[in-house]
């Protein structure tokens, strides 16, 4: 824990199967006007829906809605979003969704009073807020575990148009969501392949944080718990998701794997993410998806340069026992074990099944944006390369 | 993860060896009048009662007094506090310490604008403020890791009249510490005795969390990656205390093994703390070393009634091999190894060394409370022949 830095998560989380209570009690807190935010209707199927407009009736609360965000929300929407929560005079805005809807809200809070290009300035110049500018207020009832949009002050928004996904983690406190419910059996309708996106989204957020530093830090432990916990309860889940302890584990997983707390005092990778961004440009497929494909290739890319990290791996998360085998065998065997366990999942395991073709390989490696927290900066070639062993 | 709960943790933190910063930057929040805490005057020899008067100078502020909180404070002492809070009409409480005096400030908070015995309102009668009660924001700048009382609404105090040592956990949110700095070269000058019975508090904390529940639960997981880095840094710690990267694992564990979130969703246990504050309500020893000098003669007792957990312990925190081996014989090969660590620490590991005699037994009998989370709610008797076996 070598690093200097500042802990706060306003974020309030209602958790159980009752959750939902904790938006009745939350809603007198804001104003009457709320703008509710989802993505395709699928709410509407499972009842979610009509279950959180009895909840905003009963606060006597007047609703406007922005449904059809997409599962990559684009610059395009942000702004149809803005101008909704403006001209409707938003005191709130409840995302009702996955991470896409919580992104998407946030992205919302901060644009709807800023009077540039919101894309441009948050996502591209990478701005924050002024004290003095007006954000309004965000909540969430998560129907799916995975991001950790939930109690961050995260956003990805794509800009179709330049084939660029971007994600920008707020330092203004006021991005936050003020509360949360998190309620697993609203995760229950998920289709299988979602729900492994989510998990596989939840596992690599770990990954990201943990496979950097050469320091002992309290934060690698709590990461390789967070990890056993996600293998162990996507194991269950897999094969029945109604298991409610599965799915809360994993959905409580999500929250801590992207709340901050893993990756404090310590430098951090991302690189999966990077990639995974570009992939998502150029494809627009499932977020979880596009890290899944490019994860091996970009690991066994990396794991010469931090090679006592990926054997830590290997014994502390997948138990393979070192006796007689060198450093290098040892963290093979961890990364071949973690193979496994993605396939088991049902995740895309390269970056053609999502629709990626060699001649956006050069595209793509333009839109990968180099981090420089790892073990290894990345140059030009070897993100081409490592997308192109993807494929 | 099967339990329902809220979780909320406003506490802002500041860590690092340049955080007394955070101070300056939070002090122009609150009024001009500030009431400083502090214990037996060792901040005046390490400087860093200077230090923290130089920042409240700086920012202008009216500072009254409140020195001499003991190891265990008492019941006395609150009201004392409590009447210095009242007449200096503070703004803020500033803990400059350990837990003591971190649950002392918390203790005078509540009880400041009190018209009732603090004590029987709160630590026998365990009230909680209404909403219309004062409550004095409390802030704490941390000289010792254990208690995690910087980071939680919890408050301990001991009325030695009546032999009691109680503590509160405040489900109001205004008792959390408003902000903390964890600074761990705070920590350097601490005697190794107090240093070690900070590692064996905080170890302690997870332990009562973690032995406890039959469900696969993510604070299980969290928990076991805390004990693992507290092992570890204890070890680096023991040898040069002065090693930043150790000490500063050893504050952030602390806090985050009893900051609630490992106790989230489960069942929890806390008797080693009911019997060692029976033990501490009548020899005043130090409250690290009265949970150490009760745990193996405990966790012994317990571990037939939570198999599982134990064998589970021995193998994720210890690295006990398991092959050909009964549950049993895993579950006692942990303990040992645990008993090891303790010895190696230097810590109490019986209730004679801190003074305790036999013909204390019945009276530290009546003295535990007797709670029901864990594994075997305990009869009087079977208190009794532990705390005979800790003797």
């Known amino acids: 824990m070598l690093g ?27 104003g009457k006007k ?3 935010v989802y993505g395709g209707g699928s709410i509407k199927k ?21 449904s059809g965000v997409m599962p990559n929300p684009t610059s395009d929407k942000l702004l149809e979003g803005a101008r909704a929560a403006r001209e409707s005079e938003a005191d709130l805005i409840l995302a009702v969704g996955g991470g896409s809807c919580c992104d998407f809200s946030k992205a919302v809070a901060v644009s709807a009073y800023c009077h540039d290009d919101p894309w441009e300035k948050f996502f591209i110049r990478f701005e924050e807020p002024k004290a003095e500018d007006r954000i309004i207020p965000v909540a969430c009832v998560l129907t799916m575990a995975g991001t ?38 609203f995760t229950y309708t998920l289709p299988k392949r979602q729900m492994a996106a989510g998990i596989y989204d939840m596992f690599n957020h770990i990954c990201e944080q943990y496979f950097s530093g ?9 990461s390789e718990g967070l990890m056993r916990s996600v293998i162990a309860s996507s194991t269950v889940a897999m094969k029945n998701p109604e298991n409610y302890e599965a799915r809360s584990n994993l959905m409580w997983t999500a929250t801590w794997a992207l709340n901050t707390l893993i990756g404090e005092g310590k430098t951090q990778d991302w690189m999966v993410h990077m990639l995974g961004q570009a992939v998502g440009a150029y494809t627009n497929a499932t977020h979880g998806m596009t890290l899944s494909a490019v994860s091996m290739a970009y690991y066994r890319f990396l794991m010469p340069y931090g090679l006592a990290k990926f054997k830590r791996f290997a014994i502390n998360v997948w138990g393979v026992l070192p006796d007689g085998k060198t450093d290098a065998a040892i963290a ?33 490696t333009d839109a990968t944006f180099i981090l420089k927290g790892g073990y290894k900066v990345m140059t030009r070639e070897e993100v081409r390369e490592v997308l192109r062993a993807s494929l």
Not at 49 to 63: G, Q
Not at 214 to 222: K, Q, W
């Open 4 to 30: 200097a830095f500042t802990y706060h998560n306003p974020t309030k989380l209602y958790v159980g199967s009752d959750s939902l209570e904790g938006l009745a009690r939350e809603l007198p807190h804001y």
């Open 34 to 36: 709320v703008l509710l």
């Open 46 to 66: 499972n009842g979610i829906y009509d279950r959180v407009m009895e909840i905003l009736k009963r606060a006597e609360k007047e609703v406007t809605e922005v």
């Open 148 to 185: 950790g949009s939930e109690m961050n002050a995260g956003a990805v928004i794509t800009n179709p148009h330049k084939k660029l996904k971007i994600g920008h983690v707020f330092s203004d406190e006021r991005v936050f969501p003020k509360f949360s419910i998190l309620n697993p059996t």
């Open 214 to 222: 050469h320091d002992d830090n309290t934060s690698d432990y709590l």
């Open 332 to 364: 093979r065997e961890g990364l071949a074990d973690m193979e496994t366990w993605m396939r088991s999942l049902g995740v895309a395991m390269n970056i053609s099944e999502l629709g990626a073709t060699a001649d956006m390989l050069e595209g793509m």
